[in-house]
C-alpha cells in the first residue's frame, strides 16, 4: 500500500479561495470560501489555518500543487506566487495544474461522464475551452485548452456524437455556441465551481508519475498574451 503524499493544493483562479489538504495519514482536508478582491490578502492566513486544522506542521509537506489557468490573470498570479515562496522556503517541489482539467476530472468525479468538454469565460466575447475523455479512470487530454469566440469553437469529427457534458462558466451562454456544438451536449453544468480538491487529485498523480519542477520554474497558464482582469 502506498504511503500517503502531504500535499497542498491552492486555487484562486476565481472569486473563491480554494484549498485542500492531504495530511500525512492520507485524510483531506479543504477549504472553501468567496474571496474575490481578497486573496492576496486571506489566502496565507487560510493555508495556516487548514494546517493547524489538520494538525499538520508546514515542514511536513512535501509537495505544492496550484490551479495555473486558464482563469484571471491576478487569482493566477497570487496562487503561483504563493505556491512558489512556500515550495523554495520548504525545498520541495510545484505541480502547476490546468484548471480545464480540474473542472473535468471534478465533473467527472460526481457525475462519471467520460467526455467533457470544458469552457470558461475568458471575457472580450472569448472562452477558454478544452476537451478531454476519462480512460480507465485517467484524464486524456483531446484537445488542449485555447481561446477563441465561442462560434468558433469546433472539435474533430472523431470525438463527434459522444455523450458529451459541458462544464464551467462559459456555458452560461450555451446559445453563443454553434447550433451543432450545442446539438453534441447531453448536460450543462454552467454553474460549477472549481474546487481544490480536483487540483490535489491532479497533483497527486502528477507526483506518482514524477512530474514536479522546481519553485522558479512554475507559471501560470494564460493561454493568451493579452492580460483580462474582473470588472
Avoid at 120 to 143: F, K, N, P
Avoid at 155 to 170: I, K, L, R
Avoid at 189 to 195: E, S, T
Wanted: proline share 6%; glycine share 6%.
Amino acid at each position: 500500500m502506498k504511503s500517503p503524499v502531504p500535499l497542498l493544493a491552492i486555487d484562486t483562479s476565481g472569486a473563491a479561495c480554494s484549498l485542500a489538504l492531504c495530511d500525512t495519514q492520507g485524510q483531506v482536508w479543504t477549504h472553501h470560501q468567496a474571496a474575490e478582491r481578497q486573496q492576496a490578502k486571506s489566502l496565507v492566513p487560510q493555508i495556516h489555518a487548514l494546517l493547524e486544522q489538520a494538525h499538520m506542521p508546514l515542514q511536513a509537506l512535501q509537495g505544492i500543487a496550484f490551479g495555473a489557468g486558464p482563469g484571471s490573470f491576478t487569482g493566477l498570479r497570487i496562487a503561483c506566487m504563493c505556491a512558489q515562496s512556500l515550495a523554495w522556503a520548504l525545498h520541495i517541489p510545484v505541480y502547476p495544474i490546468s484548471t480545464l482539467e480540474a473542472y473535468a476530472w471534478q465533473t467527472y468525479q460526481s457525475t462519471y461522464a467520460r467526455y467533457l468538454a470544458v469552457a470558461l469565460d475568458a471575457r472580450m466575447g472569448e472562452v477558454y475551452w478544452g476537451l478531454y475523455q476519462i480512460q480507465e479512470h485517467s484524464l486524456q487530454t483531446l484537445v488542449p485548452a485555447q481561446v477563441c469566440p465561442p462560434d468558433q469553437v469546433q472539435w474533430p469529427q472523431a470525438y463527434q456524437d459522444q455523450d458529451w457534458v459541458g462544464v464551467g462558466s462559459g456555458w452560461q451562454n450555451a446559445q453563443a455556441f454553434s447550433p451543432w456544438i450545442q446539438g453534441q451536449m447531453q448536460q450543462l453544468y454552467p454553474d460549477a465551481d472549481l474546487k481544490a480538491q480536483a487540483i490535489l487529485a491532479l497533483a497527486e498523480q502528477a507526483w506518482a508519475r514524477g512530474e514536479g519542477m522546481a519553485a522558479a520554474q512554475a507559471q501560470p497558464f494564460y493561454i493568451r498574451d493579452q492580460v483580462t482582469h474582473r470588472s
